[in-house]
């Protein structure tokens, strides 16, 4: 940190919170999880691919879920390579660099979640190359019956539960896991509260800096990550707005594989406020609250909000719904005058959905753009020089033609 960020730091308690975030999102050896493990022996940390695991069934029997989201721009793909094609999204090659080089011993198992055949692929790889540690793919349903997607979703998750037991994790206690379920419940309300001053005043929270403070609780339990994000919401809500002449847009896409911070900075830089986005997806799949009453089954209740409330996204089969009506929607509550589809290269899920989004925002006759990147895209100068112009268009015109 440079003397002038250290001031700005000391004079923005907005700034210092994001310094403390940033420090979560770049740490790719896990120093933080390892802390965590010291002050909490005995119990596990279990890493998950995003974007979406049960994180209260997690923290319910005692380990800590740690989102893993590959190794960004900061690291050099060269045993990774070695498994993959390289017509495949990077994301699953840095990830196994990560952990070929050790960092991510502190992990005690990964749960694979079902977002397409590449993640499927990267489970078995997990178990034939990290036999000792605990790897499970978490199929998660598509038939949205409760009595047939819900009862497959309970059934699944009490055979994680039985298999982390087995590796040292709590006894299942129904007590407990309503406590996590309310915890993670506190902290989405949270980060509502960050998403909505986001879109009142996209002057006075950057979507980079929502980012940063959002991620940051991939490694954190609910409970602190919560607190985190209201003293960032506390702080932004005080400090002197810096009012720009922006066209307001929702981005999509980017699920899974998360883009540079340069990118979305480079965004913002060439006229874009980012009201709106899929960029942290894992902590905000499920609209509202997991409805958990006392003498509920947590484990139900867990899987009636995913198959209730969980969000549109390409890795999830909408049955009968249209295709893009949930886009359609989300343009017109934030108010959006544009769309930008961002999508990780070679993404399958996402890039074979967005003509058919395309088309729905076609029909709405809302603009919108597209671009694609890698985790590790280090020049950003043709995405400024595309976005500005989308958005010069929308503000000149109120289309991108």
């Known amino acids: 940190m440079t003397e002038q960020e250290a001031e700005n730091t000391t004079n923005d308690p907005a700034s210092a919170v994001l310094a403390r975030a940033r420090h979560f999102v770049d740490d790719l050896t896990l120093t933080e999880v390892v802390r965590w493990k010291q002050d909490h022996p005995g119990r596990l940390a279990v890493g998950y691919m995003p974007i979406y695991v049960p994180r209260p069934m997690l923290e319910g029997i005692g380990c800590l879920p740690v989102a893993m989201f590959g190794g960004g721009d900061q690291v050099d793909i060269i045993k990774g390579d070695s498994f993959y094609q390289s017509y495949i999204c990077h994301i699953p090659r840095s990830t196994l660099e990560l952990a070929l080089n050790g960092s991510l011993d502190s992990l005690d198992g990964v749960l694979f979640p079902s977002i397409c055949d590449v993640i499927r692929n990267l489970s078995g790889m997990w178990q034939m190359l990290f036999p000792e540690k605990y790897a499970s793919y978490v199929d998660l349903p598509q038939n949205f019956d409760p ?92 400090r002197a707005p810096r009012v720009y002449d922006n066209v307001r847009v929702l981005v999509r896409g980017s699920f899974c594989e998360q883009p540079p911070l340069g990118l979305i900075k480079t965004l913002e830089a060439a006229g874009c406020d980012i009201v709106d ?125």
């Open 147 to 238: 009595e047939l997607g819900g009862k497959f979703y309970v059934n699944d998750m009490a055979r994680i539960l039985r298999d982390l037991t087995a590796r040292g994790a709590w006894q299942y206690d129904a007590d407990k896991m309503r406590a996590a379920i309310k915890a993670e419940n506190s902290r989405r309300a949270a980060l509502q509260e960050l998403d909505t001053l986001r879109v009142k005043e996209p002057f006075r929270v950057r979507a980079s800096e929502a980012y940063l403070v959002a991620r940051a609780g991939g490694l954190l339990e609910a409970a602190v990550h919560e607190k985190l994000v209201r003293e960032f919401v506390a702080a932004a809500r005080e």
């Open 277 to 401: 986005d899929d960029f942290q997806l894992g902590l905000r799949y499920i609209e509202g609250d997991i409805e958990c009453g006392p003498s509920d089954d947590p484990m139900r209740a867990i899987a009636m909000a995913f198959l209730r409330r969980g969000q549109a996204t390409a890795s999830r089969y909408i049955a009968d719904e249209e295709k893009g009506a949930a886009l359609v929607k989300s343009v017109r509550e934030v108010e959006a005058e544009g769309v930008i589809f961002a999508a990780a290269s070679f993404c399958d899920p996402a890039l074979l959905d967005q003509p058919m989004l395309e088309t729905a925002l076609d029909r709405a006759k809302i603009p919108h753009t597209s671009l694609k990147f890698a985790e590790n895209t280090g020049q950003f100068q043709v995405i400024r020089e595309q976005a500005g112009a989308f958005s010069d268009a929308v503000k000149l015109w109120g289309s991108a033609a």
